[in-house]
């Protein structure tokens, strides 16, 4: 069984940072491209972040570029998302995914793997 989790979401004022972890297992993790999205309300979901299988190389939406980092650790088969200088637009239920195919997650075609959701709310 597949599972992708998220946590590290909560409450923060603007300006603040939160790290957010997927913890990954059912899959044969260092074959899976990872993917950060996220949906704000009335909102479509938005890529923001993708890693690829050896965690050397990402890639960010403008939205978040030079605010939001993804790391993996394919030891402990966990990506995490250090996000700073989080504004209320940030504000949003944030999810993995994981796929084998890299170009897949980053055109926001979707993914096999999903995560249940963690929500950030930035307060101004």
């Known amino acids: 069984q597949v599972q992708l989790v998220e946590s590290g979401g909560g409450m923060v004022q603007a300006g603040g940072s939160l790290r957010l972890s997927c913890a990954v297992s059912?899959?044969?993790?260092?074959?899976?491209?990872i993917g950060w999205f996220r949906r704000a309300p009335g909102k479509a979901r938005e890529f923001l972040a993708g890693?690829?299988?050896?965690?050397?190389?990402?890639r960010y939406a403008d939205s978040v570029k030079g605010r939001f980092t993804a790391s993996r650790d394919n030891t402990k088969n966990t990506v995490d998302l250090q996000m700073n200088s989080l504004k209320p637009e940030d504000t949003a239920v944030y999810y993995c995914?994981?796929?084998?195919?890299?170009?897949?997650?980053?055109?926001?075609?979707?993914?096999?793997?999903w995560g249940q959701g963690t929500q950030v709310t930035v307060s101004s």
């Open positions: 059912g899959l044969p993790f260092s074959d899976y491209y």
């Open positions: 995914a994981a796929d084998p195919s890299g170009s897949r997650i980053r055109v926001g075609d979707g993914a096999d793997y």
């Open positions: 890693i690829s299988w050896s965690g050397l190389v990402t």
